[in-house]
């Protein structure tokens, strides 16, 4: 007989204390099995057509599709694009400080609609149209 | 809680300098996602880059809620906000959708894949959005979320607005099976910016 079957199981390490074993007898980071944890008990929250991989959910859809957008506007985008990789396929963009500052301002005056608008849902108890 | 972000009591509750001092940190985070996205230290589209947009928007005015997940419920313009518990599966949910997807059906001829970036861009942002993760400042990292995600792919983030109605209108009323119409009006945004640079 092997002698490291006389002293039975074999002496595992113990786990640190920031790992948990999850129920399928895996060992992960506290972080990820509390995410595993919440996404089983979860679950049922979540409506069908909401779940990766599911039936309903457009990720059934297939691509390619058919085309529904304007071609002249996407070779367009894709020339720019085309311009914009660098050799090691990364894009390079150079945004202006004035570019970046009207990106920006533009959410925030996207932010102020939304909740103005949500305000006025909670006031009236309506939904308000699009 | 709509609103909640009105103003900082980091600013005194002033308003105006808690608005200027979000506009500054809302530029820092577009150009931070600029050099991440330009960079081959790529950030992954999950969970924490949600937190960490929203984080880098609200940290230096809300820093109690500033990447944190919402603890109650609120009522946003859709009404699409999902429960407190369902938050973390939902949005890990659709980040999850974008990557799988992107995986499987990223074309590789031009224009669908021109078309494709813009169309997936738009459902996260929309699914993201309408979780309403956040307490609030969920559209500005929404929009901020979907730059990236454009930039990711080679496209130049969203500057300016030329028709704000029609992409308000889109907008409010996409969902994430249903967003031709933001789809559309994005790609015309986007074409817009490209023919003016």
């Known amino acids: 007989m092997n002698p490291t079957e006389d002293s039975g199981e074999p002496e595992m390490a113990e786990l640190p204390e920031s790992w948990r074993t999850l129920e399928s007898g895996d060992s992960a980071p506290n972080w990820v099995a509390a995410l595993d944890e919440a996404r089983r008990d979860i679950d049922l929250a979540l409506p069908e057509d909401a779940k990766p991989g599911r039936a309903g959910n457009d990720d059934s859809r297939e691509y390619p599709r058919n085309m529904s957008q304007d071609r002249d506007k996407l070779k367009v985008l894709a020339a720019g694009r085309r311009n914009r990789l660098q050799s090691n396929g990364r894009p390079r963009f150079d945004l202006t400080d004035a570019e970046i500052e009207r990106s920006t301002q533009t959410a925030m005056r996207l932010a102020d609609a939304s909740k103005s608008q949500a305000e006025a849902r909670a006031d009236t108890g309506k939904s308000l149209p699009a | ?197």
């Open chain 2, 1 to 197: 809680m709509p609103g909640a972000f009105d103003a900082s009591d980091k600013f005194d509750h002033d308003p105006l300098p808690t608005a200027e001092e979000i506009q500054d940190s809302g530029q820092n985070v577009l150009r931070w996602l600029e050099a991440v996205a330009a960079s081959e230290a790529l950030w992954p589209v999950d969970v924490r880059l949600v937190q960490e947009i929203h984080f880098r928007w609200f940290e230096t005015t809300f820093p109690a809620d500033a990447g944190r997940f919402r603890t109650q419920m609120v009522l946003n313009r859709k009404g699409s906000a999902v429960e407190v518990e369902a938050i973390l599966p939902a949005v890990q949910s659709a980040c999850e959708n974008w990557t799988w997807r992107r995986e499987r059906f990223r074309p590789t001829d031009d224009p669908e894949l021109i078309e494709f970036i813009v169309a997936e861009a738009n459902t996260l942002a929309v699914r993201v959005y309408d979780v309403h993760p956040f307490i609030d400042g969920n559209t500005r990292a929404t929009w901020h979320l979907r730059n990236y995600l454009l930039m990711l792919d080679g496209l130049r983030p969203l500057i300016d607005l030329a028709d704000p109605a029609s992409y308000e209108k889109a907008w409010w009323s996409a969902n994430s099976e249903d967003h031709a119409q933001i789809d559309a009006v994005v790609l015309d945004e986007l074409a817009q910016q490209e023919r003016s640079d």
